[in-house]
């Protein structure tokens, strides 16, 4: 171990050079519903909006219309580029478990900015991949204090949205992230693609919110991930924010989530060079946990990707895994038991050997 330095760029030689800047997503349009223009939260995100001189229109109604293209690609591209700023409804406001990753999921947003070919949101959201933000921010967060018990409760807000993606235009992570450093007997838990962490360095978190970031070995991430930050730079964040405050860091509990895990050609060489940056990135002792994610999908998610990205290289084919099947019916399909147990002997192995105070949460 060295003295930890926010200053000093570890050696990262996974994809770009450390002085790269931080892509920020900037959308070509923002929706304005007039419920949205109602809220405290939802004036805010007009004034950072307008600060960025990006073009708004106001709707006369509080539906979304107008993002359908000619098909199917025309009409992803229009809502990859749309961000619209409404009110939750109701029904998020009845959480739902979210396990293993945490005890309930709670939502800032829905839709993401990024590229992945392999979306996880594929299927799995309503009508085009829009990215709507919630104007309501503060009723949502007083909510969560009624799903609260002793001794920790874990809150998810990922699931639907790269949080910090949206940072720079909304601020609602960093509300989020002020909220639970209130919160004696809750903790926050949000993963990204994005490295834009400057903003929530100073923050008042107590140690209360895990920033998380999603990795992946190089070739995976170079054709698969389009839009996002690099890994080299995703490693450069999660340094910052796990660094101690005295050395100009954000002193948070941090995670790697290495996902979606595949066996691509030298599997072992790649994520090993992986698991080497992430090492020299936090040579230092921190609080860091690992989630392990293998790659999967549904006949939907699969449907809705190829439509999407058409060219893409991703493995989609269903006669090479295993069909996985949850209790309402619903079809996965999953790598078979060896190759999981190659790859998880694989991770779980390194990991001890690099990092023997991190614990990893879970493998699926």
């Known amino acids: 171990m060295v003295s930890p330095d926010v200053k000093a760029a570890p050696n990262l030689p996974i994809d770009t050079p450390a002085t790269a800047q931080a892509r920020l997503w900037m959308p070509e349009q923002v929706l304005f519903t007039p419920a949205a223009l109602d809220e405290s939260w939802g004036q805010q995100i007009l004034q950072r909006v307008q600060a960025l001189n990006l073009p708004i229109e106001y709707l006369k109604q509080n539906r979304l219309t107008g993002i359908k293209g000619e098909n199917e690609r025309e009409t992803y591209s229009t809502a990859k580029r749309t961000m619209a700023v ?45 990215i709507r933000v919630y104007a309501n921010l503060p009723d949502i967060l007083d909510n969560l204090p009624a799903y609260e018990q002793a001794p920790l409760t874990t809150y998810e807000v990922s699931c639907y949205t790269d949080p910090l993606s949206l940072e720079h235009l909304t601020g609602s992570l960093s509300e989020c992230i002020r909220f639970f450093g209130q919160r004696s007997v809750a903790r926050l838990r949000w993963v990204t693609k994005f490295s834009n962490v400057a903003p929530l360095l100073d923050l008042p978190h107590q140690g209360h919110t895990r920033c998380r970031f999603s990795i992946n070995a190089h070739s995976v991430s170079r054709q698969l991930e389009g839009g996002t930050s690099t890994v080299t730079q995703r490693l450069e964040a999660i340094r910052r924010l796990a660094l101690p405050r005295e ?12 996902a979606p895990i595949m066996p691509i050609e030298n599997w072992r060489e790649e994520y090993s060079q992986l698991l080497q940056a992430a090492e020299d990135a936090l040579d230092f002792e921190c609080d860091l946990t690992f989630e392990l994610i293998s790659h999967r999908f549904t006949p939907g998610s ?18 090479s895994r295993d069909v996985k099947r949850n209790k309402f019916g619903g079809t996965k399909y999953v790598y078979t038991k060896d190759v999981m147990q190659e790859l998880r002997t694989f991770f779980e192995t390194e990991i001890a050997r690099r990092f023997p105070t991190a614990h990893i949460l879970y493998w699926t």
């Open 247 to 258: 050395v100009g860091g954000g002193g948070y509990p941090v995670g790697l989530v290495i």
């Open 86 to 130: 409404v009110v939750a409804p109701p029904s998020q406001f009845k959480l739902t478990p979210i396990p293993p990753s945490a005890d309930w999921q709670f939502h800032l947003a829905q839709g993401c900015p990024a590229h992945c070919q392999y979306c996880y949101l594929a299927g799995s959201l309503q009508g085009p991949p829009v």
């Open 302 to 319: 699969k449907d809705v990707l190829q439509s999407w990205y058409p060219n893409s290289k991703l493995d989609l084919d269903e006669t």
